[in-house]
């Protein structure tokens, strides 16, 4: 293809500040490759430039990775002959690097750009899209952020990033279960032509991080779970040290009225307005008592949640209600009992 050939001399010289569009626009019609090529002459190039480069322009870059996974995906490439001197890599292999290698650079991305509301954006895109790979295209693709890049998000000031990130930690818990069951079925065909030891492995290891994510996010926005004492699921992020525990002294029933995703930063502006449109006046948020926010009713939170939803943030209230067991009526506008989540590989 014309890109393959064209791409690898222009980056060598390109300053980024010229035709971009349309860079990009090649770049996310590539040809697969073994990732040692592919990141020598198509990676590499852009990442040498980007450093005085503006966060916009880094974002339109992580967009064009998005498509050009997409468009890998999209392109049976099992079915087709790709070119002889190339037809002997793992095409899986060199998505899981080409993933990894994204993952890198979007963590010293952000940090150069002060977590950028956009570049996080474009960033949750790409890896809604690797969440997807397997649903929609089939491929055994397992791969959840990293461990530093999803505290970065969970923590961002940027409500958007928050909810985003909850609803692809979502989306991945019924990729990993199929992929799970297929490798379990030894004697499938199917099985056995695209899934490989390794895959299994990296399967239990994705699901192992994914269920201490879970528990990450409700110790981040439930604050009483880092306290809990009893944990099925180890935390990877947001933990309180056991001795720490120890000294704390605190009754249960104390932790439990610390403060709730309503006065999560993140989502506080939010909850103002709610809290104004319920009260039909501008009253402070402050001169609400935690002890009363923590009892509001059922139908308030729902209220609350499907105002989240409105705007855009649905990711809450989706990860509440996939990542809860049924614990009564109110379960689903509750803070997520970590004791209770369900391992994704059961």
């Given at each position: ?47 040498r ?52 290698y ?9 940090q ?8 996080q ?46 609803s ?34 990296a ?6 991080l ?9 110790n ?94 649905a ?32």
């Amino acid at each position: 293809a014309v890109q393959d050939v064209f791409l690898p001399t222009y980056l060598s010289v390109w300053n980024g500040e010229v035709y971009v569009e349309e860079i990009l626009v090649l770049l996310s019609f590539l040809r697969p490759k073994p990732f040692d090529d592919f990141r020598e002459n198509f990676l590499d190039p852009i990442t040498r430039i980007w450093y005085d480069k503006g966060a916009v322009f880094k974002a339109k870059v992580f967009r064009a990775w998005r498509n050009l996974l997409e468009n890998i995906a999209l392109f049976r490439w099992d079915t087709r002959n790709i070119d002889e001197d190339e037809n002997d890599f793992d095409l899986i292999d060199m998505l899981h690097s080409f993933i990894d290698y994204v993952d890198r650079e979007s963590l010293s991305t952000l940090q150069e750009e002060n977590d950028s509301a956009v570049l996080q954006m474009a960033i949750l895109d790409f890896f809604r899209k690797v969440a997807s790979l397997h649903r929609q295209h089939d491929l055994p693709v397992i791969v959840v952020p990293s461990p530093f890049l999803c505290a970065r998000l969970l923590f961002s000031y940027c409500a958007a990033a928050c909810s985003n990130l909850c609803s692809i930690l979502v989306s991945c818990q019924p990729t990993i279960q199929s992929v799970y069951t297929l490798a379990k079925t030894e004697s499938s065909a199917e099985a056995a032509s695209v899934l490989s030891i390794p895959i299994v492995q990296a399967v239990d290891e994705t699901a192992a991080l994914l269920n201490s994510y879970i528990v990450d996010v409700c110790n981040a926005f439930w604050r009483s779970g880092a306290f809990q004492k009893q944990a099925v699921v180890q935390s990877t992020i947001l933990d309180v040290p056991r001795e720490v525990l120890d000294l704390l002294r605190i009754p249960q029933s104390q932790l439990d009225l610390t403060l709730l995703v309503y006065c999560q930063i993140q989502f506080l502006g939010f909850f103002v307005d709610f809290l104004q449109e319920e009260q039909g006046d501008k009253r402070d948020i402050f001169s609400t008592s935690l002890v009363s926010i923590s009892k509001f009713s059922k139908s308030q939170r729902l209220r609350f949640l499907e105002y989240l939803r409105v705007r855009g943030l649905a990711g809450i209230d989706e990860f509440i209600s996939g990542y809860t067991t049924a614990r009564g009526a109110s379960s689903i506008v509750e803070e997520p009992d970590s004791t209770t989540i369900t391992s994704t590989m059961q």
